[in-house]
């Protein structure tokens, strides 16, 4: 059973303060306050007292309508609006426009401890901003090992048994001019629109492990050009030295490897001495850009080949289907 994602309101006002330019009006000493949805909410009817749709674990957002909407209103109705609404616990208050408080709005978040944020950007811009920020901390992730490497723009997660030599492909594509993403340990996300996203941990970024050279600080013996800090995972290649696997010759099995509920396309590389790996690895993310632009070199021979056997025989042949891999993606610990 999945455990449920949460985020702080403090770790939300830490992760926006810059961008938002929050300010922090009074936090009463509850910014351990628990979101669990990543959608926020507009006041709307809760300010007047209907307030059995409000969701306390989301954020809240004040505008120029809601300010303007309690302030027109009789004071003890306004008061009796805002303590039903703050009533229901609600986890946190963003002012947008830089609007100025009321203080009896200030104290009603008082008295229920309601956090309560300034900003001086507009709502949308807030809503739009705190949204994605948390989707971004509350998206299902794993750490998976293997070596992701940005390839004339693809990403490419290159997995495989543990000395196989990922780094030592991804080394050669660095020194192609290609970028590193992360080595040995990879941390995924799923971002929308249903793609899985991937990064280095914080200890590990920018750095790789070459056996018998060690630690390599990628981005002081190559340069920034070198590195990313995140990529949008398009292919995985999976090395192997194993010489009785199953490969496909002609490419048009379009096997997928599921990486959180996410089917990523899936390229087999058996490992032989003599084979320059890190060409190969080029040609699959040059094979990607193409089927991109809807030119699959495989699928149109394979076709090719239908349509004469179809010609000479009268017989159509079936089209090859999409298949996911049976194995589990070797991850180094799930979150």
Known sequence: MSREITVEVGS?????????????????????RKITRPRIQKAGLALAGFVK????????????????????????????????YCGRGICGFILTRDLEPPDFLIDAARRHKVPLFRSPRMSSRVISYVTNRLEEMMAPRTHIHGVLVDVFGIGLLLIGRSGVGKSEAALDLILKGHRLVADDVVEVTVR???????????LHQHHMEIRGMGILNITSLFGVAAVRDT??????????????????????????????????????????????????IEVVARNQILKYRGHDSAREFQEMVNARIAASTGTAVPEPISRPVSAPLPAAGVE
């Open 12 to 32: 939300l006002f830490e992760a926006c303060r810059e961008e938002l330019a929050l300010v922090c009006v009074s936090d009463w000493g509850e910014l351990d």
């Open 53 to 84: 749709h409000v969701f306390p674990d989301r954020v809240q957002i004040l505008g120029l309508t809601e300010v303007d909407y309690l302030l027109s209103i009789p004071l003890e109705q306004a008061i009796a609006g805002l303590d039903a």
């Open 192 to 202: 929308r629109p249903h793609t899985v996203w991937g990064s280095a941990t914080e």
């Open 231 to 280: 990529k949008k995972i398009e292919v995985v290649v999976e090395l192997s030295m194993s010489h009785d696997a199953d490969y496909d010759r002609l490419g048009t099995e379009n096997e997928v490897w599921p990486i959180l509920g996410v089917d990523v396309p899936l390229a087999r590389m058996p490992l032989r001495p003599g084979r320059n790996i890190a060409a190969l």
